[in-house]
């Protein structure tokens, strides 16, 4: 099947087009450099085109997700839609339901999106879920940090057998790369303690955060994984925690990165990079992470942005999420698994009035406009930590147009004025910002740049069209019609397959899942074993022979080979 | 020819033990090991509907008839009622769950599970408070002090003491059952009650009562507890505090005796609050009993294809949730269903009279491996493969693991999924979709 993208302004940073008129030419599922005159055509009439939106960072499948479902059925209520011919209900804001999940990406124009955190455990209820999640591709990382074997072989440092567990580990979940959410205090939190910063010791472990973060990053790069160590700081929540995110970022210098990407990924901003000491004098502090950015090639970030509204929190981090619900009188899901790592949830309402509230909203937006490079900040909201992944449209208005950024700090507390540095920032970013931002950085981040985040040919037919022809718009002053553009898209073309149109959903083919297989020398993988059937034989509380995810669970799988023969010595 | 099939899972209660030896000859079941007395039973086999089987009316004889008639009994049965009801679903697989949700929406039908007599109380407190909890296997390594509260695992879920909370060793826990204390809460001295190192001897009824008691204890308000509290003296209850307070790792379980007592799920609502405060102290989670070995399992599908874990009504095209409204016995009670589809769920056992008294009103269709009680208000059945035993698929334990079941020998009956995705299709056809 053939199709021709004619008159489109397209902004595909990595192939240098900013916003000329090209054609754009799709055959079976790929971009191509010519289709034949049979071709059908969409004319898209020197409106935006962009390759389809890829998000590294989302909350979408999984046993916390379904907890925040479970819990919140005045969420549920929000977003209620029944079924048509083509699509089945949904349902939901912050915590949509599967199908919502598919649909709502699709109709901004995203097609590929990463759930940032799996346990091994139950990584089985993740992928039964994201099965059910139609059109986007998706995949899943796997929580490493707190992980029993983990600290066992940092503690013996035998990068060796934390090589082959972590290797082991993304085969038995189907996941895709190594997330690691407050090293070590995941276990402490199975005590109901926590770890304060990067050399606390993790007792009965006796290993510490730092070297479990730098042990991590050591066997990412010799498994040559396409993702880094992505990273979720310890001392999240936490007023002073900037200095912690400092820290874990300068960690990244100890390793060499064996890919074109960054050795480390700091996630979600907006939640550590906390100045003061307490909530009287909490301020912002994303001017010295953009600072630090701004003078280092191995370490990406995205923004976790704050919007404003209901909001369910959900992380891996179990003693922040006790921490929440305490400060905020809610109602708290916790979900620690065994061996592995904590969890928990908690909705949040952020209002406008609240300083908090205020100043971090400000934080994710100070952290992309004071980092001169936008491959270094991917947009985020954390969905749905800062807000639900839908405020996205929202997001890109706020980065482009200073007036909507200046009429919206007139409505909020007045410490936004004090404790950022927002208000005096006047950078407006473009359409090439904003396909960096969401588009070429993140595939590139997540080492899928091959394939995803630009359409240059060989790429996946994968693009969004959106209404809006650049010269004749000011973003800075129509940010309204930015808004909503972004928000429908004229058309999302998945795979070659025009899957909305108008903002509608026109089809729901299934998507792919993405899942990492590295290679380690067999030998290795049997010494480490012996470890694991130790684990299974006296601690965990089901059999290994019913661990791991089966292919069942993984009908449309992509998997991307990695992997070092012979693995070197570290 | 003589197999054995190991670490398969057993299909009876939401322990879900997946360290179960099955010996297969001819396809044929001829020994389970490793499994309780129940789960040893039902993997064995027993009371199977062998064929379809239909009647014109509910005081008329069965007849056998073939799965063509049945099926298409079931669709033009459902396809003409305005009111059906979906219920069951806690022993089968999650993948007949899917079946039946999609069937529910193209019917505009009401989809409810066996948790509505079981832990429905259960899921609506969790909607006030959230739920602290955690996988079974940290019970087992860490929990110095456990609590049974209005549960009787030695009946109920015979291998949970063993394998994950009492009995067992774990990382922290070397000892086993000398490290742990074991308190049990009831109202009357259960098997496991006698096991335990505390009996907490309820007056029938008074749950709630006691664990506010609990609270005003445990937040400094002693003083305001009477001597006596639900039956319990205060000083019982003080030290009960201390021990819970105490506990390095505190596990409490809490099975109907808490649901479906009085108050339901005000009980869960502070028994959650109370596991909340105790996290100021210690380390405590707190988990449902879950019954049947998929009964979490629908929860979880229901609520991340619905967003509701239960009781949807899609009479709107939309899912619909208020329990009080939309459970199988709100229904049932108001006489509002017209048709009922009762599937691997025994509503004619477990139901109050009056709702039991409609359904032998009203056309049922039962979809279910054994004869039970509501087969006997039923105008069609049709038999199905069991699933965990010769249907392959997945189940989700009490504590939301989730886990692949295998299949130990090949069906002689059609499956769950394969009766309602025709019954499905049937449907949309007589409905002209």
Redesign the interface.
Known sequence: MELLIKNGSVYDPVNGIKGDRTDISIRDGKIVDKVSSSASVIDAGGRVVMAGGVDAHSHIAGAKVNMGRIMRPEDTRLGIKPRTKITRPCTGYTVPNVYAMGYRYAQMGYTTVFEAAQAIMKARHTHEELEEIPIIDKGALTLFGSNWPTMDFVREKNMDKLAAYVAWGLLASRGFGIKCVNPGGGEMWGFGKNVTGLDDVVPNFEVTPREIIVSLMKVNETLKLPHSVHLHCNNLGKPGNYRTTLASMELADQVRARKDRQVLHVTHVTFNCWGGTNWGDFESKADEIANYLNNCDNVTTDMGQLIFGSATTMTADGPVQYANAKLLHAKWANGDVELEDASGVVPIFYAKQVSIHAIMWAMGLELALLTKDPYKVLLTTDHPNGGPFVNYPEVIALLMSNKKRQEEIKTLHALVNDRTKIPGITRELDFNDIAVMTRVGTAKVLGLLDTKGHLGAGSDADLSIYDIIPDQIDPSIEHAKIKSAFSSAAYTIKGGEIVVKDGEITATPAGRTYWVDATVPEEQTEIMMKDIRHKFKNYYSMNLANYAVQDEYVTHPEVIKAGAIPVEVS | MTTEI??A?CPFCGCNC??ITVVVDNNRITGVKHACRVGTAKIMGHHRIETPMMRADKKSEFKKVSYDEAIEGAARMLAMSKRPLLYGWASAL?EVH?KGILLA?EMGAIIDNTATVCHGPS?LA?????????????I???ADVVVFWGSNPVHAHPRHMG??SVFT????QEKGRRGRKVIVVDVRKTETASMADEFVQVQQGSDYLVISAMRAILSGHADVVPDSAGGVQKEQLVKLVDTLKGA??CGIFFGMGLTQSISRYKNIDNAISLT?EL??F??C?IMPMRGHYNVAGF???C???????TAVD?A????Y?NPGETAANDLLMRKETDAAMIIAGDAGAHFPADSVRHLAKIPVVQIDPYWNATTEVSNIVIPVAVCGIEVEG?A?RMD?????YRKMIEPTLSTDVEVLERITERVKELRGV
């Open positions: 190991t670490d899972l997946d360290d999650c899917k929406e899921t969790v909607h006030e408070k959230g739920l602290p909890s955690s996988t079974l296997g940290q087992k390594n860490r394998r994950y060793k774990g990382f922290f390095k790792f909340t996290n100021s210690t380390k989670v929860g979880q599908v609520s991340w294809e619905t967003g509701f874990a899609f709107r095209g939309a899912p949730y997945t989700y939301g693991v989730s886990l692949r």
